[in-house]
T-cell receptor
Framework: AQSVTQPDIHITVSEGASLELRCNYS??????LFWYVQSPGQGLQLLLK??????LVQGIKGFEAEFKRSQSSFNLRKPSVHWSDAAEYFC???????????FGKGTSLLVTP | DAEITQSPRHKITETGRQVTLACHQT?????MFWYRQDLGHGLRLIHY???????NKGEVSDGYSVSRSNTEDLPLTLESAASSQTSVYFC???????????FGPGTRLTVL
């Protein structure tokens, strides 16, 4: 069955430190891959997406993600975290023949001073 | 600017009542989706639509219905609200299935 796994429920990082959020998927074909961010009380905002081509994708707010087919992963990274990055992050997977996105359960990011 | 809106933003209702949550998008997207978000479950798909007069069940459709009479709107109806339907509901739309979805701000529904 198709699935999306975000292994880390909560992550705490210090402001200025680097960040990596993990996402693993189980799909038959090459999927469409997304990272969304949700601030408290808000809807989901697209950070970045991968459809094809260069496996390193740049997004908004200084985020990037790398698609690794051999590891079925699409991890999100940021070199230096800001306090405003504290939020819930969701990885999602879709297919061009599919009907909707399949979301992971999210990773909650806490940023400490 | 194009956008997707949801109303109401907050709703409190009683068990057994019928409730309708509105979703309106001005993106002119064919595809629209309803999700519910619960702690520990992430987002789960309730219903979706690929166009006018088209509706499909998602992962957690029991107790919910939708109708699509025009491109812009996909209202979600809880026929007889249950406490288990207390949740935050998000509407989304996209140009193509499997493509980027744009989300509304959400509706927090409490069923007492």
């Amino acid at each position: 069955a198709q699935s999306v796994t975000q292994p880390d429920i909560h992550i705490t990082v210090s402001e200025g430190a680097s960040l990596e959020l993990r996402c693993n998927y189980s799909y038959g074909a090459t999927p469409y891959l997304f990272w969304y961010v949700q601030s408290p009380g808000q809807g989901l905002q697209l950070l970045l997406k991968y459809f094809s081509g260069d496996t390193l994708v740049q997004g908004i707010k200084g985020f990037e993600a790398e698609f690794k087919r051999s590891q079925s992963s699409f991890n999100l990274r940021k070199p230096s975290v800001h306090w405003s990055d504290a939020a819930e992050y969701f990885c999602a997977v879709g297919e061009n023949s599919g009907y909707a996105l399949n979301f992971g359960k999210g990773t909650s990011l806490l940023v400490t001073p | 600017d194009a956008e997707i809106t949801q109303s109401p933003r907050h709703k409190i209702t009683e068990t057994g009542r019928q409730v309708t949550l509105a979703c309106h998008q001005t993106w002119n997207h064919n595809n629209m989706f309803w999700y519910r978000q619960d702690l520990g479950h992430g987002l789960r798909l309730i219903h979706y639509s690929y166009g006018v007069q088209d509706t499909n069940k998602g992962e957690v459709s029991d107790g919910y219905s939708v109708s699509r009479s025009n491109t812009e709107d996909l209202p979600l109806t809880l026929e007889s609200a249950a406490s288990s339907q207390t949740s935050v509901y998000f509407c989304a739309s996209s140009t193509l299935p499997g493509d980027t979805q744009y989300f509304g701000p959400g509706t927090r529904l409490t069923v007492l």
